[in-house]
């Protein structure tokens, strides 16, 4: 029986890591397309949602069957418990690309204001911290995880500096108001990116630490400095 489990297990992280590769691709493709303002490569994202959609079931699945079949214990179910979370906050990271790649149509003619503002080196800190989250799950990385964890903090810092940026754009003139409110609303689906590439981190933590860190701050390592993370 214990064969079978591992097998099974060695499956469910396979799929897992496709999963992750598959939707790092879709964020990267996104973003290409909103500030490079391609079109077909945006209609490439959204037309492959339904990939993503698909292993997203097939994983919820083969966790239920290892369930039913295996009765997991100890470090095996916290393997699944961690897959089953890590696949639901990558399938959303697979939704927000599809937001992002959608405002490349919308925002082709105002890409000045998210250069000025700071939204493409946001987007391009954000793409570094999901390569960053899925080598941590790859390798099971335990530091590279926190250090994921940590950024966070910047890309919160970056969206309030952005917003604040993007509300005295629309304070001085008013006929950017219209693409400036898009581009709120973009900037809240970027730092949702490094939302959910924390919760997939603190998953890291939990599968290779036994620790449960959500709603705890964990920036006691003085070795770990946020600026350079990303």
Do not use: W
Request: with cysteine.
């Amino acid at each position: 029986m214990y064969h079978y489990l591992e097998e099974e297990l060695d499956l469910l992280k396979t799929k897992v890591i496709k999963m992750g590769s598959l939707v790092e691709e879709q964020l990267d493709f996104s973003i290409r397309a909103l500030f490079e303002s391609n079109l077909e490569l945006a209609k490439i994202v959204i037309e492959r949602d339904s990939k993503v959609d698909k292993y997203d079931v097939k994983i919820d699945k083969l966790c239920q069957r290892i369930f039913a079949l295996t009765q997991p214990v100890a470090v095996d179910l916290r393997v699944i418990l961690s897959a089953l979370k890590i696949n639901n906050d990558l399938e959303r990271i697979g939704d927000i690309a599809v937001n992002i790649a959608e405002r490349a149509e919308t925002l082709k003619d105002h890409l000045y204001i998210l250069k000025e503002v700071g939204l493409d080196s946001m987007a391009e800190k954000v793409k570094i911290i999901m390569r960053k989250t899925i080598d941590s799950i790859v390798n099971n990385d335990h530091d590279l995880a926190f250090s994921v964890i940590k950024s966070d903090d910047v890309i919160d810092n970056m969206e309030r500096d952005i917003f604040k940026r993007l509300v005295e754009m629309m304070e001085k003139d008013s006929a950017v108001i219209r693409p400036c409110a898009h581009c709120i609303s973009l900037l809240r689906h970027i730092e949702r990116l490094a939302d959910h590439a924390t919760n997939i981190a603190e998953e890291v933590v939990f599968l290779v630490d036994s620790k449960i860190i959500k709603h705890k701050k964990i920036l006691d390592n003085p070795d770990i400095n946020p600026e350079e993370i990303i």
